[in-house]
């Protein structure tokens, strides 16, 4: 029966909207006085668990077309196509709260009480979306000192912590940094090469600054102590030792080849086979700071909802969510790169033969 | 038992996140190969119907509110602050198409065929929201030449008359500006008044275009020939007959009454008893031009997505979405006051009972 | 020659586009190698110099407005809507560092050198529209330990010392919330009423709580927590004395009196008198929100800049803008008007000529 | 002098902030009462204006990589960053429009007379970018029955043909699209392959829904036209003689190898070599999708600030605008590809040589 797909399908039960539309049941009318604006409280946390639910999707995919051992060359637009819809979607996100901040304080206390213990912290696809890109038990807050999977059941506690143990799609993007063959390729080698433009700019530098006729003592101080503050992040990714006591103490997480491989593609970007990692690693950092953005602007929100009180969920509302904005950032070494980047001038010129191999195969083989 | 209102619930079960969840039920795999993107299809579509219900929830309160024969002026910044609320929902409308942007053609075609002969014509709650705020039978464009009703079911389809025939949003303004008293007021005749000073204003400014040594020859006639355009629209206000020889004609809607009471509106709405509904008109303004936009925008991603081909409800996709984008307008009339308005400056004063009448008991009994 | 004014212009000329146009000159190409994004890094910042000085046009007359003993009633919404404009340009200011965001770290190195000290620390109008919505110099981030105006010349000094003691919106906002007449009214003594609903709601919440059958012993607990927490909050506004230690203490700012205003404000906004003040205070709060948002995305945009490494102007970049975000707020008061709402239903009714006097003359004088 | 680049320099000066807030003279001001709101008039245009000369540098930079005869593949990801900037400001100025909704007609009217014969459509960077973009001369909408060109002076005139005669970005795109090697490339024949697939694929799906029991008669029939439409767009792209004969009638402009080139970029986006074009040809389309909505959503405001009357430039201010929006759109064809796609799934494999040719020159030497 190959042709049932001709089979036909009116909207209203391709969406199942009677469904949809059925499952708004305001509590304040089914335990007392109706209140006109619970049921946009529902809808926007439906919506809200909607758009959780497609994000979810995308991730999924992404980890599993990033989880081959050599990752298929011809998916990595469609990776980079799907992160781009997850922005795309917590942008949206974003916006939604315009829509929750026309629910004044004083009508939502004509239903808050209803809703006790109900809390966002419930809400099980957040915490995937978290888990799944990379947060781990560790980075998130503790909720009444407690671990926030308190709040769910066993069934969804097993499902999170199989998210937990199962590769993130932080380590996905480890890994596949960790195995990009340019560090070391054709007698290049990156990270020597890399040194020595770092050192020759920051000499070239200190005796330009030192020597400058435009500048006044205190001008000199400055500028040489900003210098001195970059040189100190360069020295970081010059030593392998002190990256891994920074990630010992948590100060950073990703690995060192890691890292380098992330800075090697920032700064050879313009090559054709980095021009989509490069793309990648900025939507990654894109979705990152829309989330850190989302939990500070539903931060903000809820101030405004109920000012410094507790929230239904027993927790200090505001308090709790704009901590959690910086602290469940994920690819925080990803920003950091940019304190290690040179200008594109100071880099020195790649080998022929490397060159050519960041380039197409068609214009290469000529 | 009036304390059942302690009862416990958690987020889980007060969204019914388990029903919302179940019914995005991919056509492709049901029937053929799954297709990735099938589930972000209907995602979007089910974020749209949710917010679709929202406005209805606020659109009918909003004519309940306004179907009092004595509007109750309590309720009148709560019918303001839920108009915004609308307002809010549509801008966060026309965004979500960017979401909708990120499937590209391509990937529409892996299930484009499974969705035969669903369309967004059919949604019902769309449809109810145009016919509640006042867009009416005879002002839709045809499908095919037959009534939009056509995709409905019967008892759709009477949902649907009994929206059309009981009192539209545009109809309870039209209604509640015609009661507005102070057009003839305590001897004082708006219409008159106003009349006067178009006329004075009027005749001033020919008379100094025409001698004015800043004007050449063109630009005098090009200035005068815009004048006597202004002139023109002012002719039709002047005159109840002119006006409802347009109403027949289907030039414009709004009641000759109800256009002059808006007029009034715009022009002393620095008075505190215009301050509101000033905002309000300006408020249904936002409305309509947010949802042409969103037509509008719609029609562009249509046009994107299969660019000239018929939809999958067998209608010529773009054009007819672009066509209704204006032609679905529905207070239009409202946005043609600005041709009438006349600086504050010649307008002449209130006479002081008006003005005592206009502002607040607490000011005006002193 | 009062018919200067037919005057014709040219829209090049009107707008002094040459002017505009020739301003944009690069240090890069100037001093060295021209960077291609160092255009966009002088635009993006002369396009928010403009937003600046449109929002001072707006918060000086807004100013004026409020300066008079007796606000005129007839320019409340002229208040209002000038209030909303400034709104949505910070809201537009948000938007607008998309764009920034589109000059990559790697990018901004090719110019960057040639900026130092110059920084956005330095901008005279934000820091006057700062001080002039009401922010102090003690509650200002210091400057490397050094006032935030050690960056300005004399001149510059003398104009922010003017704005700092001339009277800012807070102030303005603070007197005219003092001057409410409705706190005490014919014999109606709102706080005295507010007291008994507060009590008599208390009260009656904790008698269901502890009688409740649909709590265990821990959720009884946790939502009898919730309400100690909510009376201590309820206990501030309830004793002048407190809320003084509290002013003293730096844990508020806005005066008993005008918090007292504020909150009736809130409680009665659907009084005809007060539609306008509620709507005008809720604008506070999204201008104080906008520009908190503003310093976060500001502080984010930074932190993917320059990772961690000092700013041009020396500072700790990310991080000082971060802890400006809240602590430059300056309406904080008005958004914990929330913790003290109490619902509608627990309100006791109006005297009626305290009702009539919060309505219109021409419903009142029936 | 080499350390030049160490002189230092203030906000101030960096960005001459003195001359930027020098030019918004207000001739309300100059010529007769001070206009609150005409400083936000000159100051939004400004701001566009400064957008504009952004738009132009970042389109001159881009004409200027494509110019080359072979475009060197280390620029193509700055082409597409670069018109991703392009995409984002474009998008800001559609949200600015937000702004000048603030100001309301009433207030226009305060210095509307002053402004006489200004307006936007002498705005000379408007008229650039849309000629640089690839907008034609005959393509224009005509200004009263004459040139666009009418309102510049001679030197602009000047400066519009040479934009005009001297290859836009539309030519250069589309000779870049004709010189694609993969049209026909060891013995592969894009276009052979592409026409039996189509073929394949309408006679399957023919004979499918003439043979489905799941439609009925009426739904075969509407079936079988929207095929027979598709198949009739598929004709074009299947005769070089049709294509050219569209062409020579103007229903579309791109050449049938730029077209047959676009076509495979679309089917072919996942090979390494075809990713960043097709994310190019997607941020072309972006681009030409936000100019029409701002001149769509600027033709609303129009219409809102002045209703239906003639414009300060003398044209019928609305409709003007409003139907430039679709006739000024520029890259058409490319939005029209969407017609000529088939699923991925009928499309017939590469040749392994071909693929090889698709990918990167370190994965296919191996």
């Not at 009318?29 to 758009?51: K, N, P, S």
């Not at 380590?171 to 007698?187: A, I, K, N, Q, Y």
């Not at 392998?240 to 948590?250: I, N, P, V």
Request: glycine share 6%; hydrophobic share 40%; with cysteine.
């Amino acid at each position: 029966m190959s042709d049932q797909k001709y089979s036909t399908i009116h909207y209203h039960n391709y969406l199942e909207i009677d469904k949809l539309l059925s499952i708004q049941n305001t509590r304040s009318a089914a335990l007392g006085d109706a209140a006109h604006d619970e049921t946009l409280f529902i809808i926007m946390h439906q919506v809200y668990e909607l758009w959780f639910k497609q994000i979810m999707t995308e991730l999924d995919s992404v980890c599993i077309l990033f989880r081959e051992e050599q990752v298929n060359e011809d998916n990595m637009n469609t990776v980079l196509l799907r992160l781009k819809r997850i922005s795309t979607i917590v942008s949206l996100m974003v916006e939604q709260i315009h829509v929750m901040e026309t629910l004044t304080p004083l009508d939502f206390l004509d239903f808050r009480d209803y809703l006790f213990p109900a809390s966002g912290f419930q809400s099980m696809q957040f915490r995937m979306i978290e888990s799944t890109l990379g947060l781990r038990e560790e980075d998130r807050m503790t909720y009444h000192g407690k671990s926030y999977k308190i709040v769910f059941n066993e069934e969804q506690k097993a499902r999170l912590e199989g998210i937990e143990s199962g590769g993130s799609l932080f380590e996905l993007v480890e890994r596949w940094l960790e195995r990009t063959p340019f560090l070391r390729f054709e007698g290049f080698d990156f990270l020597s090469s890399y040194k020595e433009a770092v050192d020759r700019m920051l000499h070239k530098e200190q005796a330009s600054i030192s020597g400058s006729e435009y500048l006044d003592e205190r001008m000199k101080a400055m500028r040489l102590k900003m210098l001195g503050d970059s040189n100190s992040y360069f020295k970081h990714v010059l030593s392998k030792e002190e990256h891994e006591r920074m990630m010992a103490e948590g100060e950073c997480r990703l690995s060192y080849e890691a890292t380098i491989a992330a800075l090697l593609i920032n700064l050879y970007r313009d090559k054709p086979i980095l021009n989509i990692p490069f793309n990648l690693l900025t939507e990654l950092m894109n979705i990152d700071e829309l989330l850190t953005t989302w939990r500070y602007r539903h931060a903000q929100m809820v101030m405004r909802m109920i000012g410094n009180k507790i929230g239904t969920g027993g927790s200090s509302g505001h308090d709790y969510l704009a901590a959690t904005a910086e602290k469940h950032k994920i690819f925080k070494d990803l920003h950091n790169i940019s304190s290690l980047l040179i200008p594109r001038s100071e880099l020195p010129d790649l080998p022929e033969g490397v060159e050519r191999n960041l380039g197409f195969y068609f214009s290469g083989k000529k």
